[in-house]
C-alpha cells in the first residue's frame, strides 16, 4: 500500500508540475500563431496518441519530463516531431509558422510562460492551502517577548513589526525562521519597525540550548500575532508566500555556489520521491506544500541563465534583440549541449547521493 501511495503521490506531483510547465510553453506558442508539431507529457514510449488542428498531442510512459516540439526550433524533440508528423495539406493542418519567423517578443514569451504557469500553480495550491488551513495566519509583528529572553536584552520589544534580517526582507514569518536558522552564532541584526519608525537592531542575540542529539539549537525567545483570515490577509499571505519560496530556493543555489553550502547535500529524483512519501504519509496537505516547493524551484530554475534552460533561451533571445540577428545556431548548440552535460553530470551525482543517504538510512 506505502509503495502504491508513493507512486501516485509521485505521479501527482510530477505530472501536474510537468504539465503546467509545458502547457504554458504549448498555450504561448498557440496564441503567437507558432506552429506546434507536438505536445508531449512524459518521456519514453507513447501511451496515448491524438492529433488535433495541426498537433500530436501525447501522453508517455515515464513522468520524468515532457516537451512542446515547435516547428524549425531546432532541438532534438522538435526535429523528430517534424519528420513523425508530416500529415497531408488539408484543414486544420499545420496553420501556424515556425518558431524562427516569430517575432522575438513572441518567441520570449514563449520561453517564459512555461516558469510563470509554475509559479501560477503554485500560486493557486497556496491560495487554497492558507485558506482552508485551520491555523491562524501568523504576523511578522512580535506579540510577547519571553521573559529574561537574551533576544528581548539586545533589542527586541513586544509590538516590533520585523522587516528585514541580516539585511533580507521578510515577507513572511517562514522568513524569519529561515534567515534566524541561517544565521551564526546565534547573532542578526534586525531592521523593524517600532511606533511608526524604522530602526536599526544590529547584534541582537539569542539563546541556545543542545538538544537530546547534543546538536546546538537557538530559542528565538518570542511569539508573533496571528492575523484574522480575511480575504485581503489571505492574498496578501499567498503573494508573500510564494515570494519566501522562491528566495528560499534562490538562496539556496546562490549558498551553494558560495560554498555555504555542500554539493553533497543536493537531491536528486530518488531524494524527491523520498520526500513525496513522507509528505504523503502526513496527508494532502502537507503533499501539497512539497507540491508548491517543487514547482516554485522548477520556475526559479528554469529562469537561471543557463543555455540549456529557458532562462537561457531568453538571454539569446535578448542578444538578437540588441544585435538584430540571431546568436550562431553553432554556438547556441554547443552552448547547450556543455550545459546540458553539466546538468546531466550533476543529476547523476545527486542521485548517487540519494542512494547513499537511502542505504545509510538518512533520507
Not at 520570449?108 to 492551502?129: I, Q, R
Not at 488551513?133 to 536584552?153: F, H, M, N, T, W
Not at 546565534?186 to 531592521?191: G, K, L, N, P
Not at 528566495?247 to 539556496?252: E, G
Amino acid at each position: 500500500m506505502t509503495v502504491l501511495i508513493t507512486f501516485l503521490a509521485s505521479l501527482l506531483v510530477f505530472g501536474a508540475v510537468i504539465a503546467i510547465h509545458e502547457f504554458g510553453h504549448f498555450a504561448a506558442a498557440k496564441l503567437a500563431g507558432i506552429q506546434v508539431n507536438e505536445f508531449s507529457i512524459g518521456m519514453g514510449p507513447a501511451l496515448l496518441q491524438k492529433t488535433a488542428g495541426g498537433t500530436q498531442y501525447t501522453l508517455r510512459l515515464l513522468p520524468v519530463g515532457g516537451y512542446v516540439a515547435m516547428e524549425g526550433e531546432g532541438s532534438p524533440e522538435a526535429e523528430q516531431a517534424e519528420r513523425d508528423a508530416r500529415p497531408p495539406a488539408g484543414p486544420g493542418q499545420r496553420s501556424g509558422i515556425p518558431f524562427p519567423e516569430a517575432a522575438v517578443w513572441k518567441r520570449a514569451a514563449v520561453m517564459a510562460a512555461g516558469p510563470f504557469m509554475n509559479f501560477v500553480l503554485g500560486f493557486a495550491v497556496l491560495l487554497g492551502l492558507i485558506a482552508l488551513r485551520p491555523d491562524p495566519i501568523a504576523s511578522k509583528i512580535i506579540y510577547e517577548v519571553e521573559p529574561g529572553a537574551l533576544c528581548g536584552q539586545t533589542g527586541l520589544a513586544a509590538g516590533d513589526e520585523i522587516i528585514a534580517i541580516n539585511g533580507r526582507r521578510c515577507f513572511v514569518a517562514n522568513d524569519i525562521i529561515y534567515e534566524l536558522v541561517r544565521t551564526r552564532n546565534a547573532e542578526a541584526d534586525f531592521t523593524v519597525r517600532r511606533a511608526g519608525q524604522v530602526i536599526e537592531l544590529p547584534g541582537v542575540q539569542f539563546d541556545t540550548y543542545i538538544d537530546a542529539d547534543g546538536n546546538a539549537r537557538m530559542n528565538m525567545g518570542f511569539t508573533v500575532y496571528a492575523l484574522e483570515k480575511t480575504p485581503a490577509n489571505i492574498l496578501r499571505e499567498t503573494v508573500n508566500s510564494e515570494l519566501y519560496y522562491g528566495r528560499v530556493i534562490y538562496t539556496s543555489l546562490l549558498d551553494l555556489v558560495r560554498g555555504r553550502e555542500s554539493v553533497n547535500n543536493l537531491s536528486g529524483p530518488v531524494g524527491i520521491v523520498s520526500a513525496i512519501s513522507q509528505a504523503a504519509s502526513y496527508g494532502l496537505a502537507d503533499l501539497l506544500e512539497l507540491l508548491v516547493l517543487i514547482t516554485v524551484n522548477l520556475g526559479v530554475f528554469n529562469l537561471l541563465p543557463i543555455p540549456a534552460l529557458d532562462g537561457g533561451r531568453l538571454v539569446f533571445l535578448a542578444v538578437e534583440a540588441v544585435i538584430r540577428r540571431p546568436v550562431s545556431q553553432r554556438l547556441q548548440e554547443h552552448l547547450t549541449m556543455a550545459t546540458f552535460i553539466l546538468l546531466f553530470g550533476l543529476m547523476i551525482f545527486a542521485t548517487y547521493n540519494d542512494i547513499l543517504r537511502l542505504f545509510t538510512g538518512a533520507l
